[in-house]
């Protein structure tokens, strides 16, 4: 049982650039979360998604797609990646009392 | 508007002394309430979480929280700090029903002295 994992790890990207960063959980979960982490600003939440095929925005949505194809994926794109995309990216499922388990993170810097 | 409130963005602690962190919330109803930690270069990780029931709930690492309804608080202790326990805490609060999008607070830096 793996839990909530992320790929990359760490990832630079040049202005104008695109990526994907991909989240997986093993645990069946119906509720699944990408949140960016900043220095003083806490976990902001970018998108969410309550079930297979189905996303919706977060606080900060501007700049990132999402796709929820499988149950178990939760992919967050990045079509043209800006410097204040640097951040470190946070995946999270939701338990069955809402408690949420966290993916290791990826760290991306953009230049 | 719902919120979460943790008073204090660091606390220093010596090795062995007792430690309380704080967390307020602004909620109409009771929530669920959640304390996670997260160590440098880490991921979050759910160290209590309390739904109904007992208000004293014991989590893992030897840490419990306690909450008490007339005070909006969900305040987290540990009876005897060790150096591993510097880190990160984020309390965190949901409300079951609906779209479940927890609110969190920014975070309480715990800076242990040996």
């Known amino acids: ?111 | 508007a719902q919120s979460v409130t943790q008073p204090d963005i660091h606390i220093t602690v010596s090795e062995g002394a007792s430690l309380e962190l704080r967390c307020n919330y602004s909620y109409g109803a009771t929530p669920y309430l959640f304390w996670y930690v997260q160590s440098p270069g880490q991921g979050l990780q759910l160290l209590l979480k309390y739904f109904s029931g007992d208000t004293l709930v014991q989590g893992i690492k030897g840490f419990e929280a306690e909450f008490k309804r007339s005070q909006s608080s969900f305040n987290l202790r540990k009876p005897s700090v060790h150096w591993s326990d510097a880190a990160e805490y984020f309390c965190a609060v949901g409300l079951s029903g609906g779209s479940y999008i927890p609110t969190f607070g920014r975070g309480t830096s715990l800076i242990v002295h040996p």
Not at chain 1, 30 to 35: G, K
Request: aromatic share 10%; charged share 15%.
């Open chain 1, 1 to 111: 049982n793996a839990g909530v994992t992320q790929t990359p790890k760490f990832r630079v990207l040049k202005t104008g650039q695109s990526m994907t960063l991909l989240c997986a959980q093993d645990m069946n979960h119906e509720y699944m979360y990408w949140y960016r982490q900043d220095p003083g600003m806490g976990l902001r939440l970018i998108h969410y998604s309550v079930g297979e095929g189905t996303t919706a925005k977060g606080e900060v949505p501007d700049g990132y797609n999402v796709s929820r194809l499988k149950k178990q994926n939760f992919l967050l794109g990045l079509e043209s990646a800006a410097p204040s995309q640097t951040s470190v990216y946070f995946c999270a499922s939701r338990g069955s009392v809402g408690e949420q388990f966290f993916g290791p993170g990826t760290r991306l810097t953009v230049l």
